[in-house]
């Protein structure tokens, strides 16, 4: 499957990530954005990236070329009509995403179309294509080189033939596949953000400093970062729109979104991105 052209929507932190892993791992890429700037960035966060491999001794140097080789980037959507995978990771934005979803439909009629969002419907999105068989969910996590997961999710239309085919996607590209169905929030963020949002509740509420937070779930839980810390990394305006999908979603009051978060992402504060979430960045 290594002859297949993936297109990448949207040269973002999760599009890069894939972008990258997708040519390391022998993929032609067609990265796509509606901003030059942000292919440019894109494209020099992936060089950068690569350099560092070489410096590690985890990639040689014709290895680095080769893979650079095999990327390219458009700011034209219908540019990604030759591919026969497209992963999609533009903003989280359901209107965009529907009609992204259309035209890719429409302009790739043989691909499968892939969404890496991260708490969307994919039957909804599905719902928006003539041909709604060949749309499923590829969820990677922040930083996709790093982590090997991806949540294959399952539209109520997705065909038997599309979930085997990005299964072994995913494979091919070095990560282990979980099959998730349609549910908000899928899995991994069901459990991780309400711990999140719980922390902010923490915070709020005054019971410990945000370093004290984030250092009990460190030291006295084993996670790699604390919750704080995950919040910055993953945006709070991202953790805050996934609380709400879950609330939404279920209509349980255990899902609302701690104020304080909704007073930090109305502030602007959202995390490494903006140089300020529950900690201060240069
Ligand atoms: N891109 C590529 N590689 C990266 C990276 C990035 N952004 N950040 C770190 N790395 C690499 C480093 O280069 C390093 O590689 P080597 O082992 O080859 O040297 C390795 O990761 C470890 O990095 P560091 O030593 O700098 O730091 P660390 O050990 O503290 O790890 C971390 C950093 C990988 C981010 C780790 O803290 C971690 O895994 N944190 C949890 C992240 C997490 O839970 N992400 C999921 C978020 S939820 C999500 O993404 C889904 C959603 O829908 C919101």
Known sequence: MSELTIGVVGAGTMGQGIA???????????????AEASLE????????????????EKLDDPGRQAALARLTSTTQLDGLAGCQVIIEAAPEDP???????RDLDALA??????????????TRLAAVCERPERVVGMHFFNPVPVLELVEVIRAEQTSDATVEAVQDL???????????????????????????NEAAFLLQEGV???DDIDASMKLGAAHPMGPLQLADLIGLDVCLAIMEVLQQGFGDPKYRPCPLLRRMVAAGYLGRKSGRGFHVYD
């Open 20 to 34: 990258q892993v997708a040519i390391t791992s022998g993929f032609q890429v067609v990265l796509c954005d509606v």
């Open 41 to 56: 960035r894109g494209q020099a966060a992936i060089d950068k990236r690569l350099a560092k491999l070489v410096d590690k």
């Open 95 to 101: 209107e965009l995403k529907e009609r992204l979803f």
């Open 109 to 122: 009629p043989h691909a499968i179309l892939a969404s890496n969002t991260s708490s969307l419907s994919l």
């Open 170 to 196: 995913a494979e091919r590209l070095g990560k282990t596949a979980v099959l998730i169905a349609d549910a908000p929030g899928f899995a991994v963020n069901r459990l991780l953000v309400p711990m999140i």
């Open 208 to 210: 410990a400093s945000a």
